[in-house]
């Protein structure tokens, strides 16, 4: 399991570091390449590599001219889990349907029974805004879905939720060119409500199953769909 | 959520279609850049910057003078979720046993529904080498048991749980320096004992049990250390 690290990889390790112990937050200004080479005693050419590597792996991100800031995609990469390399995309897609059905129930009861008031009123929002989208015929509800369910993560407190949840969710969008016919837009609407009342409620059985429902329903379309086709 | 992508984005889209399209295994080679610009239709500066891309991402690997191979890596970044960003690791070491806890015993009914005769062999060879390398004191059963538990996934069927239980269980690894000690070994024995039987009955509630069973074993056990600290 251990491998010795290149004095390039080590240097990415310390800029990790850099930004955890000093709080730096997305959009935040990195120390300029002078400064930094000096605080992490390390060569300006293997600096400069090591920052190359944390941009691509979207830890940070170089803006010609403006400096390197702490890149908003938390260092998330492109389809991180390697999913455009699955040959049956429809087989994929019935595998993350299953996945979020293990996830998201547990992960509802999680959150009725951690969330703040400031995730609730975040679900509230989400959840009129994806209703309007639905009713004004937009494209806005695809993105504004995987929100709702990322807010739900967070509001669960598991950090490693809140990181795996949006990668399946956009995935399934992604790759999914059936997302939209997938929405039973009414159900969903009444889905979303549920869940966030019994969340609202700190209601964690009630959350369990509102989201169960969801999910099964979700699943069930999607087998539907592929039937038909 | 639709964005232009870029020409090089284009061509890597193009080559991981090529790859997938002509059932390109791990390891395998890729035509020479003359060839595979001519297939896709793009300049040669073009492919490589996209080849480039993929090599980044861990879905091919450029070996110097033999060419351009389809990397063992699956498409997997080093640290995809972004979890070295996270500050407290020992929360999000728990967190990462609290989402082991939701998925691994659904994931182990799958497997005892869906296990074929080899993965049944896999499991049991896998077991008896943790076994030894418990008794021999060596630190090879922290990579067996990753692996282990992999077979599991992919027994499972569900290829979404496949890319993401390796993942999960390596960031324990990575990040956690007391896993060793969370190995309580006897029980672990016995433990995947019961699991690999249950798996080779397609006993899908043994299976569920037992993978609960040790489950809640390890949380228990990392809380404790945690208490202790």
Known sequence: MEETKSLVEQTS??????????DLEIGDRLPNEYELSDKLSVGRSTLREAVRDLASRNILEVRQGA????????????DPLG??????QDKMIYDLFELRYI???T???LAAKHATGEQIKKLNILRDEIENSFKNNTEEHVELDIKFHTVIAEASGNVALLHIIPIINESIALFNKNYNILHLKIETIELHKDITKAIENHDETGALDAMTIHMANNRKEFKRIM???
């Open 67 to 78: 400096g390197t800031f702490v890149s908003d995609k938390r260092g998330i990469a492109t």
């Open 103 to 105: 996830l998201e129930p």
């Open 83 to 88: 999913f455009s390399l699955i040959k049956d």
């Open 13 to 22: 390790d310390q800029i990790i570091h850099f930004i955890t112990e000093n």
């Open 107 to 109: 992960m509802a009861a």
């Open 227 to 229: 039937e038909e086709k």
